[in-house]
């Protein structure tokens, strides 16, 4: 499978505080992206960074990528209850033809106030 | 950004019925498809590549006579799931990717239970 694998699975954090979650994945990419999904939702793209990035901001965003360690991992500051989803990072390969998402494992966020 | 919309959004079946879902690209012309499956908390699977107008391409270990997959305009692709079973039961998302990597259009998504 090439499915990246995320980490952690599950945390829990209280509102104000950072959340931080790693995406490794195995193959070489064009870009790699992150979605948060809510419960039972459909998923919302949160930040896009290429190969050749190896770091991003957008608002509380804050999203890394190691290309030799093949990982990323994304940092949400001062986190607010609505944070509450899941989050997963998606690999794009270069097929040649139109781009192919791969998800990873998913983490799942859980802000309480 | 375009508007991809998926119908039913939740549906309840018999186990041995067939199930049909669309994705309909709203405002956009979505020459390929692409359909996932997702089990509770788990993540998003591809079973299979549409292209408008030719045969699907699947993944390994998706079977093509189960998931019947038909993209015949560019509005409009079927995901028709054959004598379904409980352990379809799954959320079922489409996505069309737009015209950069930043842009990927995705259904709302199916919710699938099989009784």
């Known amino acids: 499978s090439q499915q990246g694998e995320e980490d952690p699975q599950a945390l829990s954090i209280q509102e104000g505080e950072n959340a931080t979650m790693n995406c490794s994945y195995k193959t070489s990419i064009n870009n790699l992206q992150w979605y948060r999904q809510n419960s039972g939702r459909g998923l919302v793209h949160l930040i896009l960074i290429r190969s050749n990035e190896r770091e991003k901001h957008s608002g509380r965003l804050r999203v890394t990528l190691d290309t030799s360690k093949k990982s990323s991992s994304l940092l949400i500051t001062a986190s607010r209850a609505a944070d509450t989803a899941s989050y997963f990072c998606?690999?794009?390969?270069?097929?040649?033809?139109?781009?192919?998402?791969?998800f990873g494992t998913g983490t799942r966020l859980q802000v309480t106030l | 950004g375009a508007v991809v919309s998926q119908h039913p959004s939740w549906v309840i079946c018999k186990s041995g019925t067939s199930v049909k879902i669309e994705c309909r690209s709203l405002?956009?012309?979505?020459?390929?498809m692409f359909w996932y499956r997702q089990f509770p908390k788990q993540s998003l699977m591809l079973m299979a590549t549409s292209n408008e107008g030719s045969k699907a391409t699947y993944e390994q270990g998706v079977e093509k006579d189960k998931f019947l997959i038909n993209h015949a305009s560019l509005t409009l692709s079927t995901l028709t799931v054959t004598s379904a079973h409980p352990e379809d039961s799954s959320f079922y998302i489409c996505?069309?990717?737009?015209?950069?990597?930043?842009?990927?259009?995705f259904g709302p998504g199916t919710r699938l239970t099989v009784l």
């Open positions: 405002d956009f012309q979505a020459t390929t």
């Open positions: 996505r069309t990717p737009g015209l950069g990597d930043n842009e990927q259009f």
């Open positions: 998606a690999t794009v390969s270069n097929t040649g033809t139109a781009s192919k998402l791969t």
